[in-house]
């Protein structure tokens, strides 16, 4: 190449990660926090639950009795959505379980995303499913945030592999489920009043 010519412009040298992000340090810190999260949980359902016990033995204990099961309460809807966010940071890996199981641990991520209670409503919950984790929990989540406010029916309703909505299906919702390997039958993108339908993933199904 001639001196005279136009050089060309030399490649930008990549972004250093040194020191860690913000982003990176929690990232070192998550598997610490889920066993930290799991030891703390279990110390305070313990001792609530032998709290609970002793005040029930106790006359005149009932009003302190009450408190203390809100409080027990509290702490296992806490419990629930910590571990459920948690999870969020857990190496993918490939899971199987019942379809109850999994919409029981993603409702308080559901829940939290949706902003209100979802009521969920059982037919079966019996179907046997494989699928990758945290990945379909987090399509599950993002899901929920189109929730409406809650109306007089049930916003899901499982039936063995089927889960119906009491909303449309976004389009990026629908495209996380379908790269967590469950299908979308019915709504997504639809219009406002619409409702939904997703085929969970069954283990053994192509």
Not at 39 to 66: F, H, I, K, T, Y
Request: charged share 25%.
């Amino acid at each position: 190449m001639s001196p005279d010519e136009p050089q060309p412009e030399p490649e930008p040298e990549p972004r250093s990660t040194w020191p860690p992000s913000p982003r990176e340090v929690l990232d070192l810190l998550l598997p610490a926090a889920r066993h930290a999260a799991n030891n703390l949980s279990m110390v305070m359902s313990v001792n609530l639950d032998a709290a609970a016990a002793a005040l029930a033995r106790q006359p005149g204990g009932e009003r302190v009795l009450r408190q203390v099961e809100r409080v027990s309460q509290a702490a296992q809807e806490f419990d629930a959505i910590l571990r459920g966010v948690l999870a969020l940071s857990r190496p993918d890996a490939a899971v199987r379980t019942s379809s109850g199981e999994l919409l029981q641990a993603a409702l308080p991520l559901m829940e939290l995303a949706a902003n209100r209670r979802l009521r969920l409503e059982v037919v079966s919950g019996e179907a046997a499913l494989a699928f990758r984790r945290p990945a379909l929990d987090a399509a599950l989540a993002l899901l929920a945030r189109a929730a409406p406010p809650a109306g007089a029916t049930a916003d899901l309703r499982l039936d063995g592999d089927t889960l119906e909505l009491a909303w449309a299906v976004e389009t990026v919702a629908a495209a996380a489920l379908r790269a967590a390997g469950a299908a979308v039958e019915a709504g997504e993108g639809a219009a406002d009043g619409a409702t939904g339908r997703l085929r969970l993933p069954v283990a053994g199904r192509a």
